[in-house]
């Protein structure tokens, strides 16, 4: 009796912490779920801002405005395109090491930029466009060069998959077309003028015997 109470009460504790285990994953999937959409959400906002600073202000302040949102939007199309890519492709480790080394010069520039915006020395910003300018133009073509591979890539697989399934299915189609009769042909009988001969009627008494018939029994000589 006590052995079978020891074992309700081990798989008692053992359903609670399985219980426990699948809340705790619930939580932080649906955490991480939050996370991801609040980030969204947030770079939505910042994009629609810039873009309004960019229509809105003017002289370097609007300048500053579209570098930034030049600049965010290179990378993060890059960062999509290798996220799909490296899904299928595992060629594109190298890539995306790269990527997150140009990322990284990429946040850096990003925080120089915003320090900017609320710099009211029309003067000092005049003076550092330029440095900034070419730095912004630097890593989006290193960004927009490294996106435009990756699909190019992507696209010539795809081609290359594609010829080789066309040539796949004619080759199966030509085996299609291309048959043999399983039996004899089937040819028409040459039709003779004449009438064939009546066959000749069988006499009873040589008609087949069948198995379930009973031969006939002797008659008896008294």
């Known amino acids: 009796m006590e052995a079978v109470i020891a ?3 081990l798989l008692f504790v053992l359903f609670i912490g399985l219980g426990v285990y699948a809340t705790v994953k619930a939580v932080g999937a649906a955490k991480r779920g939050v996370d991801r959409t609040v980030a969204q959400a947030r770079r939505t ?4 801002t810039l873009r309004a600073k960019s229509f809105v202000q003017t002289g370097p302040a609007a300048e500053i405005a579209q570098l930034r949102l030049k600049l965010r939007t290179s990378l993060r199309a890059t960062q999509e395109a290798l996220r ?3 899904a299928e492709d595992e060629s594109l480790k190298e890539s995306l090491g790269l990527f997150e080394r140009l990322s990284a010069h990429g946040h850096e520039l990003d925080a120089d930029l915003r320090r900017l915006e609320s710099e009211p020395d029309r003067t000092e910003l005049a003076t550092c466009l330029p440095e900034l300018r070419d730095r912004t133009a630097r890593i989006t073509r290193s960004a927009d060069s490294l996106r435009r591979a990756v699909r190019d890539r992507a696209r010539r697989f795809g081609d290359d998959d594609l010829s080789a399934l ?17 039996g004899p042909s089937q040819t028409s009988p040459a ?12 006499p009873p008494s040589r008609r087949p015997a069948y198995p379930w018939q009973k031969k006939a029994r002797p008659e008896s000589t008294a």
Do not use: C, K, M, N
Not at 192 to 199: I, V
């Open 191 to 202: 039709w003779s003028s004449e009438e064939p001969a009546p066959q000749a009627i069988t």
């Open 7 to 9: 074992v309700f009460a």
């Open 166 to 182: 066309s040539s796949q299915i004619d080759i199966e189609a030509d085996a299609l077309r291309h048959w043999t009769p399983s």
């Open 84 to 86: 799909v890519g490296a």
């Open 45 to 48: 906002v910042e994009d629609h």
